[in-house]
């Protein structure tokens, strides 16, 4: 099945820096999503790519589609610690219509205080 | 609040047990899919119902079943559970499967501990 590659496995991060992920893959994608896990919640939709080159923001977060539709990259600026949690670069599955989701194994936002 | 519910939100059964977990869709969603998120791990597509059938799979053996109401709430079945089998279970639901730009909404989940 199709595989993402997610990196950093986790960052530790102070409050106000800037934060960079990204996600590669060996297949080449129509659509990138960005998911975000808080503790003890299920994944919430924050950005929504479906165009090679896009740049999308939504609010301090701003993500791009790769020109080779292989990765896709997500940039936080000025973390607070509502920043917190687990950030999943996603892909719909592509298995006869369904609307599954394939998710790569997520990074890891901590805030030193 | 994604309008999404599950239940329970935590449970503990043993190996070679059988366990049924339940998931609200949010009004007016009629199709609801199914994820294992083990501990480390991004969530894992078990698969999906559309109008009470299912609608896809991913790669989990037949001991997974699934159903889904008239009401397009649903259950996830899982028969001779293993060691293996303990994980975060989400349910998701969408207006429709398939359509670009269809948000997919989640649960909190069902925490399944296998001893």
């Known amino acids: 099945g199709q595989q993402l590659n997610q990196s950093p496995q986790s960052m530790f991060i102070q409050e106000g820096e800037d934060v960079s992920m990204n996600c590669t893959s060996s297949?080449?994608?129509?659509?990138w999503l960005w998911y975000k896990q808080d503790p003890g919640e299920g994944p919430v939709l924050l950005i929504a790519l479906y165009k090679a080159g896009e740049l999308t923001s939504n609010g301090r977060l701003t993500a791009q589609f790769g020109i080779t539709r292989k990765d896709s990259f997500l940039n936080i600026s000025a973390s607070i610690p509502s920043d917190v949690g687990i950030y999943f670069c996603?892909?719909?599955?592509?298995?006869?219509?369904?609307?599954?989701?394939?998710f790569g194994k997520g990074t890891h936002l901590i805030i030193q205080p | 609040e994604t309008g999404v519910t599950q239940s329970p939100t935590h449970l503990i059964k043993t190996r070679g047990q059988q366990v049924t977990l339940r998931c609200s869709s949010q009004s007016g969603h009629n199709t609801v899919s199914w994820y294992q998120q083990a501990l480390g791990q991004g969530p894992q597509f078990i698969f999906q119902y559309y109008r009470e059938e299912e609608n896809g799979r991913g790669n989990f053996p037949p001991r997974f079943s699934g159903l889904q109401f008239p009401n397009y709430s649903s259950e996830l079945n899982v028969n001779a559970l293993e060691l293996d089998d303990s994980a975060l279970y989400l349910c998701?639901?969408?207006?429709?499967?398939?359509?670009?730009?269809?948000?997919?909404?989640f649960g909190e989940g069902s925490w399944l501990t296998v001893v």
């Open positions: 998701a639901s969408s207006l429709a499967p398939g359509e670009r730009g269809n948000t997919i909404y």
């Open positions: 996603v892909i719909p599955h592509s298995g006869g219509g369904a609307d599954g989701l394939t």
């Open positions: 297949s080449i994608f129509n659509t």
